[in-house]
């Protein structure tokens, strides 16, 4: 079966998940990606560990495993001068350079956009970092759970006395994926044009553009509404129910549904309530609503619920613990994780690509690498000597 990026070269000197994760994407569809990280490795690689080395120090982690699959990995010291050469011969042979480190220091590794255009003008250099290349926070750095802050949305699902954190890191997930967005539209405008680009991926912009709608509804009508945590402030009933046995979510937008919970749960009072006529109005009086939700709720199981509320046609579903989630009939049936074998750890579990082509579908091929792994087959590709490789690894370059 044909890969869609077979050929594509890629040089990955991501770390953590926006930058690795976009590579990752890239190597699922068949491109050749090579991992470049520091000789004693990158600090994400045994975040989250699974496994400990004789030591008691920690080996790779779950992050790692997922954000490397099906890539190679090379050691490299980029400030030696011979490092440097190893960095312009991966350039000079690559179609995707990709790094998520901020500008100026990508600016002293080499790794700027003039930097990399002057040695291979075909390269889309992808960079990502937490602000942007321009702007007052250009030279902050920051993850992703900094920017959920400062772009309104862990304000807005807490409460007025606690502010909350997604768990999910969606800012870097998302900044990931428009950044691979962004590449496969530059390789096709170097289609046309025979050059490559800067491509630029911001988390603020993406937590911003995420959140757009919130933001937009404040600047046009300047509400300044105030978080209530779960419940929907536009819908409903939109939230988080505690049934007799767990919990469980409802999530209802429009009048058809809204029509059908009112039956389902004998208010069918509310269909000539002026105060349930809209979506606008149910979410000002979102408060009634998932009171009389919650009352119906907590006289059935979880199950009883949702089995209700799916009789209806109306959306719903469990909350779920970690391992609930692992252990899901459907995400068992669907094929969401693959196992791996890696080193040192044994067996574990890798989500797979998330889109799904039909035809050529993304793959899992191979476990993320061990530090160095690939070494030697890729300086050798790149025109050395192995006498050349070994004095490098003697000096400390590689």
Same mark, same amino acid.
């Given at each position: ?5 077979? =050929? ?5 000197? =991501? ?73 312009? &011969? *991966? ?123 919130? *933001? ?100 719903? =579903? ?46 899992? &091929? ?33």
């Amino acid at each position: 079966m044909h890969a869609p990026l077979e =050929g594509l070269k890629v040089i990955d000197f =991501g770390r953590y998940i926006a930058g690795p994760y976009c590579a990752a994407l890239l190597a699922d569809f068949g491109a050749d990606v090579i991992r470049v990280e520091k000789r004693d490795g990158r600090e994400d690689r045994t975040l989250v560990s699974l496994a400990e080395n004789e030591d008691g120090s920690p080996r790779e982690g779950a992050m790692f495993l997922q954000m490397n699959r099906n890539k190679k990995s090379l050691t490299l010291d980029p400030a030696t001068e011979k490092g440097r050469e190893v960095v312009r &011969r *991966l350039i000079a042979d690559a179609d995707v350079v990709i790094a998520n480190l901020p500008y100026d220091t990508l600016k002293s590794m080499g790794l700027d956009y003039e930097s990399v255009s002057a040695i291979n003008p075909r390269a889309i250099l992808a960079v990502v970092s937490a602000f942007g290349i321009e702007g007052p926070y250009a030279a902050r750095v920051g993850f992703d759970g900094v920017t959920q802050a400062m772009s309104g949305s862990s304000y807005f699902s807490g409460t007025e006395d606690q502010p909350v954190r997604c768990a999910t890191p969606f800012v870097d997930f998302g900044t990931a994926s428009l950044l691979a967005l962004g590449i496969m539209m530059a390789l096709r405008s170097r289609e046309q044009t025979g050059k490559g680009q800067l491509v630029e991926g911001a988390l603020l912009r993406t937590a911003m553009t995420y959140f757009s709608a919130n *933001l937009i509804e404040e600047e046009v009508l300047r509400l300044d509404r105030k978080p209530s945590l779960n419940r929907s402030q536009t819908a409903g009933p939109s939230d988080i129910y505690k049934a007799k046995d767990g919990w469980l979510t409802v999530a209802v937008n429009g009048d058809p549904l809204f029509r059908r919970v009112a039956r389902l749960i004998g208010a069918s009072e509310w269909l000539e309530d002026p105060r349930f006529a809209s979506d606008k109005a149910r979410g000002d009086n979102g408060e009634v609503i998932s009171a009389r939700v919650q009352a119906w709720v907590s006289e059935r199981t979880s199950a009883e619920a949702i089995a209700a509320f799916e009789k209806a046609r109306v959306p719903a =579903g469990p909350v779920l613990s970690l391992r609930q989630a692992m252990d899901d009939s459907h995400v068992k049936a669907t094929g969401i994780f693959t196992q791996v074998d890696f080193p040192g750890i044994g067996t574990a579990p890798v989500a797979v690509t998330p889109v799904k082509l039909h035809a050529t579908p993304g793959t899992v &091929r191979n476990r993320a690498p061990v530090l160095s792994e690939h070494s030697d087959d890729v300086l050798t590709a790149l025109g050395y000597t192995q006498d050349e490789i070994a004095e490098m690894k003697k000096e400390g370059t590689v």
